[in-house]
């Protein structure tokens, strides 16, 4: 049975690393619905829902993608970029090793999972502010052995990779060209994100389902004249944490 892994809200979110966005205040038990009801919407789509840990004194624990990347023989858990966030991964591991064989990230590597867009045995990793060329190349080493290619993405304009692009069906993506160059991907079927709409890039795809932010309509129109069929969630809270869908679980598979 498929899983996501996800973790309850650290009462400290308001606390959250920012890096694009100025600070605004976070509804505590409104992110707390909001993210119960994305549980339900993975659940609804099949996945098992298992939490880790609360990590009370963690700001950004809920953002449990940029503690491991999983694949489909080994789960590497990251060393995130941002120092108040390395901790998040003991916990994560715990639980992915009842799942998958584990290989880690180390020191002077850093790696957030947010930056690692899986297109078949591409992997694509963003390198930002939180991950840096020797984790990338970590990363390349432990997988090359499972026949992954690894190919660096510069970014500066936003968080993550995946803040830029993400995968929306096999092979096709969903990306926003001002802030990632769309030529590293040319070989594969691109969707343009609405203009006015510069954060609708971050989709979570479960199984032929987007898991989509109610905060942009105009590109979930494109979504869905595309023939993709989209799950509505509203995410406006941890989207002031700089939090998207993907961010917000870990699939295992
Ligand atoms: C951070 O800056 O680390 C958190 N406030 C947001 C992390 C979002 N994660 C993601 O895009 N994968």
């Not at 503690?67 to 994560?92: F, I, W």
């Not at 510069?154 to 802030?179: F, Q």
């Amino acid at each position: 049975m498929p899983t996501a892994i996800t973790r309850p809200l650290s009462p400290k979110i308001v606390d959250c690393e920012l890096t694009h966005l100025e600070r605004t205040p976070i509804h505590f038990e409104a992110a707390q619905q909001q993210h119960f009801e994305y549980e339900q919407a993975l659940a609804s789509l099949g996945l098992t829902v298992e939490h880790l840990p609360e990590l009370p004194e963690f700001p950004d624990g809920v953002f449990v993608e940029d503690t491991a990347v999983v694949l489909p023989e080994v789960a590497v858990v990251t060393r995130p970029g941002a120092v108040s966030r390395r901790e998040e991964t003991v916990t994560v591991a715990a639980a992915l090793a009842q799942y998958r064989p584990l290989v880690s990230i180390e020191a002077p590597g850093t790696l957030d999972g947010g930056d690692v867009l899986c297109v078949g045995r591409t992997l694509y990793v963003g390198l930002s502010r939180r991950t840096n060329q020797a984790g990338r190349g970590q990363l390349e080493t432990a997988l090359a052995r499972f026949g992954y290619r690894v190919r660096g993405v510069p970014l500066s304009k936003c968080l993550h990779l995946k803040s830029a692009v993400t995968l929306i069906a096999p092979d096709r993506l969903l990306l926003n060209p001002r802030w990632v160059d769309a030529s590293h991907f040319s070989y594969l079927r691109l969707l343009e994100v609405d203009p006015g709409e510069p954060f609708a890039a971050n989709a979570l795809l479960v199984g032929e389902t987007l898991v989509y932010p109610n905060a942009h309509p105009r590109t979930r129109e494109r979504l869905e004249n595309a023939g993709l069929s989209v799950l509505g969630v509203d995410q406006s809270e941890l989207a002031k944490a700089e939090g998207g869908v993907t961010c917000c679980s870990l699939i295992v598979g």
